[in-house]
């Protein structure tokens, strides 16, 4: 497997969340409270100003913007004018939490977890939203969140706690609920522990590594059976883009990393990308009705 390069090197202090969407890779940096594209096609970038930390963004059916999830709550976010707009809560204030990962299934819902941004308490949980009504609890007790992916049949949700290390299973039903949790695989590996997710068109999970240099490939049985290596530690998460589905990117991020180490990993922080063999899904879009 060839060593990813660096497309875009801009140094996020904590870039995640990178979905295709119009040609072009969207992504955050949620702690430079930013989100960012870069189009493949020509190299050109764009980086827009959220109002606090942005953690992630959805597409938004019918329309040419985008659900985001900020540590104050859901907005509207338009590209067109740059401009956030908020429309509600997610959690309680006082929790002290925000929002971190998200994928969006083929029936539009979106799945999306909450964390400790202090890093601290165990006050996470794991929601799904759809057309039907506010965000639906689904998992808690998780201090990060991370990774919610589904397979490509829609029946399988996958889900992280990063900090235990765990990568869970979920049988997802026609409407929504899950019942059956299970392990689906543990990340043995010092130093590493499981961040973002994807799953590819061959029901394949690829994990990012925070602290591992480089993102795993699972098999449906939660098998390791393929690593891709990154020059730099801190690998938040992979998505498919490209004409055909078949360029992983990858963000990652400075945070948490010494002066010694980023003078080593120069390019931390920055957009990498692959071609690989496997095509991954459409990033689908949020169908709901928003204010």
């Not at 590996?189 to 973002?196: K, T």
């Not at 957009?271 to 689908?284: E, I, K, M, T």
Request: charged share 20%; with cysteine; aromatic share 10%.
């Amino acid at each position: 497997m060839p060593t990813p390069t660096c497309v875009w090197d801009l140094k996020a202090t904590l870039g995640e969340g990178p979905i295709w969407h119009g040609d072009a890779v969207w992504f955050v940096d949620i702690k430079g409270h930013r989100v960012h594209c870069y189009d493949p096609a020509t190299g050109a970038t764009q980086s827009f100003e959220a109002p606090d930390q942005v953690t992630f963004i959805a597409p938004i059916d019918d329309d040419d913007a985008f659900l985001a999830g900020l540590k104050s709550g859901w907005h509207h976010f338009d590209p067109k004018v740059g401009s956030f707009t908020h429309f509600g809560e997610i959690e309680p204030a006082h929790l002290d939490n925000r929002p971190n990962d998200s994928t969006v299934d083929a029936r539009g819902r979106l799945w999306f977890g909450t964390m400790h941004d202090g890093e601290e308490n165990a006050s996470g949980a794991l929601y799904r939203l759809d057309a039907e009504g506010p965000h639906v609890r689904i998992d808690d007790g998780i201090c990060i969140t991370n990774g919610p992916a589904v397979s490509p049949d829609g029946k399988t949700l996958y889900h992280t706690d990063t900090l235990a290390k765990t990568i869970w299973a979920f049988d997802v039903a026609d409407d929504g609920s899950v019942s059956n949790k299970r392990v689906f695989a543990q990340v043995e590996i010092e130093d590493a522990w499981p961040d973002g997710s994807v799953v590819d068109s061959e029901g394949y999970l690829w994990t990012a590594l925070w602290g591992g240099y480089g993102v795993l490939r699972f098999s449906p049985e939660g098998q390791i059976v393929d690593k891709i290596p990154l020059p730099v530690p801190n690998v938040t998460k992979p998505c498919f883009g490209g004409p055909n589905l078949k360029t992983l990117y990858f963000t990652t991020a400075r945070k948490g990393l010494s002066d010694e180490t980023l003078a080593a990993h120069p390019q931390a922080g920055g957009l990498f990308a692959v071609d690989v063999d496997v095509a991954g899904q459409p990033q689908y879009e949020v169908r709901l009705d928003l204010p």
